[in-house]
Structures are given as C-alpha cells and as structure tokens.
C-alpha cells in the first residue's frame, strides 16, 4: 500500500474509553485515524441500530494521535453507518474495534457491540477487526497487545483477508503467549435476576449471571485465553447454517 | 408430545403489537402460551441485553389466548432470559418470536430483536423460530401466514430441530404460494442520514437508506419472497468461519 491507510477506529466503551485511547494510540503507526465512537457506553448492544430516535454527531478533542474524531449519540453500529456513509469522502482500507474492556470471546461475541461494529464494517465491505481484552476494569494494562494488535493488522493487509469475513481478537490479562486461531467456544450463561427495591419500594430486577463452558475441545478461544493466549476466530455475519439446508428441505409443510 | 407444549412467546415490537396477538392465537391451539415480552417498541435492537440498567417486569392483561402474560422494561433477548430464567419452573418447549412487523430477510436478520430473541432461546437449549411479515403496517393481515405458522412450528417438535439452528421464516404480505427453505442473501444498505434541526436549532440525522441486493442466486430468502412464497432461512449462532480456520493459521503474527 503506496499511501497510508485510513483507519477507522470505533468500540462499545464510549470515546472516553481507555481501551479506545490506547488502540488509537497504537494504530496510528500504520495509518491515518478516524474515530467515530458512541458519546457514552453502549456495551452488550450487539449490532442494534437506531431508527426510531435521531443521531446527534459531534467533534471531540481527546485523541491526540487521531486526525478526525467523532462522538455520536447512538450503537457501534450508528457508527460505522454513519462514519462509511456520511462522513469520510473515502471508503477506510480497515476498521479496528476496541479495544473492549471485557471478553468477547465464545457467546460474548453475539451481544458485543464492539465486534457488532466490526460485522457491520464488514457488510459495508471493509476488512474489520474487534479487539478485546478480559479485564472489565478501567486501569486495565494494555501493553502486552501492542505488538500483537499491530502484527494482525498488517496481516489482514498483506493476506487480504475476506471482506465477508471479520477477526474477533480476545486477550489475556497482563501476559500472552502468542495467538491461536480457533473457533467459537460452544457455551452459554446461566442468567439469575438479582431482584432489589428501589427507594419508592418498588420492585426490580439486575441481569448477572453465571458463565458456563462444557466445550472440552482444545481448539475453542475459550481454551486458548485459559492456556495464556490471545485467541482469533474468524467469524461470518452469513447466518445460514448450510448444512442442514438439505434435512430442512425434506419437511412437508403441506401436511 | 402426550402433555401440551410450553410456548414462550416474544417479539421486537412490544407486547401490543398485533403481530404478536395474532401469533398467539393461532399458536395457542398447539400448547400453552407464555408471554414475555418489551413494555414498548425495541425494533432493531439485534441480540442487545440490559446490563447497567435495571429491569422491570409486570403482569399484563391483554392477550385472551396465554395462560400468562408478562411486559419488560428490557430488549427481546433480556426476555428470553428473564422468561426461561426466572420467571418459568420448567424450560419451554418452544419459543415463538414474533410475527415481526417489517422484513426480517436477508441481513436484517443481524439488526432483528425478534430474531435475536430467538437465537437467544437457541443458546438456552430451546428450539425456537422468528416469524416476520414483509409489512411494516400495525394493521398488516397475517390471515395468509396461519396455516404455515402451524406446519412450521408442528414440524419442528416432529422433526426434532437441533436447539442449535434457529428457523428465520419470512412472509411476503398478503398472499403465499408455499413455503421454500433458503440460504441468506448476500446484501446491505446503503445508508443515506437524513439531516434536519430540532426545534432549539441544533442539527441531527435520521437514519434511512436503499437496500441493495446484487445476490442474483434463486437459492436465497430474496428471490424466495420476491416470488411469492415464505422464506426458512435455518440460522446458527456459532458465527466461526470454519472454512477459513486453515488459511489463517498460516498467517505469521510473529513476523
């Protein structure tokens, strides 16, 4: 690539969010940064849009290491739809989500908005990739990636890499081994529903919940992150489960 | 089945849509009907869930056919998880997400809470299948789509659907030829934002865009409905490219 690229750069944490601040920071060595990122958090938003509310877009002053930035009042995937259709002049060469601040490994990646805006870069055409780390915390430690985040990067340049198809990137805390390329781990929460009262007495309920992985498998990116590695799957926003095309059409649904 | 199935019943666009009560009368003739579903609209919410918000849940009194009704202060995927989590002794049977207002074909399966709830059911072990009609009218006639709800809910206790496929069936309006099982349609919006100015003079966008169909394969839900007939997209949440695993292990993140 002759120019530097045009990066764009979005997550689920809001613009303020370190994790944001450090991609940037990172990824402006190998291009030109647009941030467009959502004004507060939008974590678990998967890739929902908004249609029934406006958008309200504004500049920000926060990344020093970005040419461009943008909050806007809506999802990650507002987002990319707004920064590939109303604000760059010029189609991104790739778009980098992140980085999370928690795991969107296994089922996480279904309800991540970090990897919904990566998918959504996806169908727009732009090679995309979602970046986290399993550490909720704010002062989480992000140095360990760097070499990693940028070695992925320049490698979904030099390979090309499908514009169908998107990484979801999860790391370890503080340390990593190195990558391994998996699939998806099979598992799924166990939700309970902690029920308080609010100060008018009136009753409520919080999501929480236990995490369960009866994956045994050792190719999953559930057992690479357990064994110390940053995990990537390579993901499809073609849901067709293909295989079972051909039992589902000996159903008679005429009888 | 001796005893009648336990059908939890949701949808995207809340528990006064009419797609939703006509869904669950027809369905209550096959089991008994549990409703949980968003106190108000939450279209294109995808597979969003609540986690830094609480959660309110309330009796309701609307539906003459359930045996239950419950309203959320949550997004359809919360649903499924409150419903199956909490508020139920025994696992459903079935879940039935729908009749969504508006086309669900295609990737709008992604941005779908109707779908996305469905999926959700999925993850929790429960066959389940999203029901959407190719009108976005809330005086929309589903008389035409009875029979097929029917066959295609009755085939899948029949024919034991894996809990790890979930059916996207979509209904062209008014008239249906029959039902064809397809492939999702490789296609996007191209999104335009419209701008305009608030009462106090501020500026703000609203999202609308063309939807752009270059797939020209008879094989997907497009072509099925443009033609005339209901569309079963069978629909995975393991989202793994595993064709494309071997390639990427060849990439060098070392280097």
């Given at each position: 690539?002759?120019?530097?690229?045009?990066?764009?750069?979005?997550?689920?944490?809001?613009?303020?969010?370190?994790g944001?601040?450090?991609?940037?920071?990172?990824?402006?060595?190998?291009?030109?940064?647009?941030?467009?990122?959502?004004?507060s958090?939008?974590?678990?938003?998967?890739?929902?849009i908004?249609?029934?509310?406006?958008?309200?877009?504004?500049?920000?002053?926060?990344h020093p290491?970005?040419?461009?930035?943008?909050?806007?009042?809506?999802?990650?995937?507002d987002?990319?739809?707004?920064?590939?259709?109303?604000?760059?002049?010029?189609?991104?060469?790739?778009?980098?989500?992140?980085?999370?601040?928690?795991?969107?490994?296994?089922?996480?990646?279904l309800?991540?908005?970090?990897?919904?805006a990566?998918?959504?870069?996806?169908?727009?055409g732009?090679?995309?990739?979602?970046?986290?780390?399993l550490?909720?915390?704010?002062?989480?430690?992000?140095?360990?990636?760097?070499?990693?985040?940028?070695?992925?990067?320049?490698?979904?340049?030099?390979?090309?890499?499908?514009?169908?198809?998107?990484?979801?990137?999860?790391?370890?805390?503080?340390?990593?081994?190195?990558?391994?390329?998996?699939?998806?781990?099979?598992t799924?929460?166990?939700?309970?529903?902690?029920?308080?009262?609010?100060?008018?007495?009136?009753?409520?309920?919080?999501?929480?919940?236990?995490?369960?992985?009866?994956?045994?498998?050792?190719?999953?990116?559930?057992?690479?992150?357990?064994?110390?590695?940053?995990?990537?799957?390579?993901?499809?926003?073609?849901?067709?489960?293909?295989?079972?095309?051909?039992?589902?059409?000996k159903w008679?649904?005429?009888?």
């Open positions: 690539m002759a120019k530097r690229p045009l990066i764009i750069v979005t997550n689920d944490d809001g613009i303020n969010a370190p944001l601040k450090y991609l940037v920071k990172i990824i402006s060595a190998i291009g030109d940064v647009v941030i467009i990122a959502p004004d958090p939008k974590s678990a938003t998967s890739q929902a908004t249609i029934n509310s406006p958008l309200y877009i504004s500049r920000s002053y926060i290491n970005a040419k461009l930035e943008y909050q806007l009042s809506g999802t990650p995937a987002c990319i739809k707004f920064g590939v259709n109303e604000l760059l002049e010029k189609k991104p060469d790739i778009c980098v989500s992140g980085i999370n601040h928690g795991s969107n490994s296994s089922v996480n990646v309800y991540s908005g970090t990897v919904g990566a998918i959504e870069a996806g169908i727009q732009i090679p995309a990739i979602g970046f986290s780390i550490d909720y915390n704010w002062n989480a430690k992000f140095e360990h990636m760097k070499k990693f985040i940028l070695s992925i990067t320049l490698n979904v340049f030099k390979n090309k890499l499908p514009s169908n198809i998107i990484l979801n990137v999860n790391f370890p805390k503080l340390r990593v081994k190195g990558v391994k390329v998996c699939r998806q781990a099979n799924h929460w166990k939700e309970k529903f902690c029920k308080r009262e609010n100060p008018m007495g009136k009753e409520y309920y919080w999501l929480t919940g236990d995490f369960i992985d009866n994956d045994e498998s050792d190719e999953t990116d559930e057992y690479a992150l357990k064994k110390g590695y940053a995990s990537i799957v390579p993901i499809r926003f073609d849901l067709t489960a293909k295989d079972y095309i051909l039992k589902l059409k008679d649904f005429n009888g």
